[in-house]
């Protein structure tokens, strides 16, 4: 790939290589880390790269073929962490969806979110879901979802819905800016889209975080880009948020930023005993709540 490749959302050439993976030390740590095996994920393919597009700010991973199949999740939702019961941006779209009908939820997992509408909103939240086990999951909880695509629900429902939800799913595919067309012809005008995702402006950036990688993460996404999302498509920026730093991620917080400053200024400050204090201090006081966390909340509405 020595040429510019199109940007997997806005197709503009004016991209550059920024990094260049191998697969096997990727495939070696998902077996050490999750016990799950991948190697079948990237094929005969020993390297992918990372590309970044001048025009919209887009991180995007390389050959698209390297996406996720359903059973990289199926294996991944064992893990109690993977499908958390609530999100912070649950909690935020509750009040962005409410008197919009009917909803949809992409890539919903167990339907905790569709749960939560329901016994906190009274709102009915229609799901789609593509791994299997999940919805088999939902179905006992008495959740029903429907495993059919995005393109093929297009012809049927165009202009249907007056909300739209995908948490942490667009950053798992190897066509977003297919996804978004494909949520704007979905949308009734005046309907709103809301997307929650992992921030690449946060703290992940200083991370070596083996699930920002295919085939788990297709793409990187900085607010920059997120904010150019309305001179790509029909959509007008409603709110922007960021998470506080959440309970769960204090550790990854702490240990991402004093290796930063260790390398940069002051070397003790990733000694284990620094680290440890200052986790402490976050998880006992309230003061994390002014640090911004790991996932960026944003509404759109469908013009």
């Known amino acids: 790939m020595s040429h510019p490749e199109e940007c997997t959302l806005c197709r503009s050439s ?33 390297q992918f790269e990372l ?11 390389l050959p698209a073929s390297i996406c996720g199949s359903s059973a990289v999740y199926e294996r991944l939702d064992r893990f109690s962490w993977y499908y958390l019961p609530q999100k912070w941006e649950h909690w935020q779209a509750l009040a962005d969806i409410r008197g919009f009908r009917p909803v949809l939820e992409i890539g919903c997992g167990f339907g905790d ?19 299997l086990q999940a919805i088999q999951t939902a179905r006992g909880r008495g959740i029903v979802l429907k ?12 202009a249907k819905y007056g909300a739209m939800c995908s948490f942490h799913g667009l950053e798992h595919m190897a066509r977003p800016g297919e996804f978004l067309r494909q949520c704007c012809e979905l949308l009734a005008p005046g309907g709103r889209l809301i997307l929650g995702l992992p921030s690449a402006d946060s703290f992940l950036r200083l991370e070596s975080n083996i699930l920002d990688l295919p085939p788990h993460h297709m793409s990187r996404w900085p607010l920059r880009t ?4 309305p001179h790509l498509f029909p959509l007008r920026l409603l709110r922007l948020a960021v998470e506080p730093l959440a309970e769960i991620h204090v550790s ?6 004093c290796r930063r400053i260790a390398r940069k ?16 201090f ?21 013009t």
């Open 147 to 158: 495993a059919s695509s995005l393109e093929e629900m297009v012809d049927s429902s165009r």
């Open 282 to 302: 976050l998880l006992r006081t309230g003061f994390r709540k002014f640090l911004k966390g790991m996932t960026v909340y944003v509404v759109f509405e469908r």
């Open 252 to 257: 990854g917080y702490v240990d991402a930023h």
């Open 265 to 280: 200024l002051f070397p003790l400050a990733n000694h284990p005993a620094l680290k440890t204090r200052l986790k402490k």
């Open 51 to 61: 590309w970044t597009c001048g025009d919209c700010g887009l991180q995007f991973f």
């Open 226 to 229: 997120i904010q150019f999302l």
């Open 113 to 131: 979110f569709i749960e939560l509408a329901r016994t906190k909103a009274g709102i009915v939240v229609d799901g789609l879901e593509q791994n």
């Open 14 to 46: 004016n991209t550059r290589r920024v990094q260049s993976f191998d697969t096997a030390p990727i495939v070696e740590r998902w077996r050490e880390l999750y016990e799950v095996e991948i190697a079948s994920e990237f094929a005969l393919l020993k």
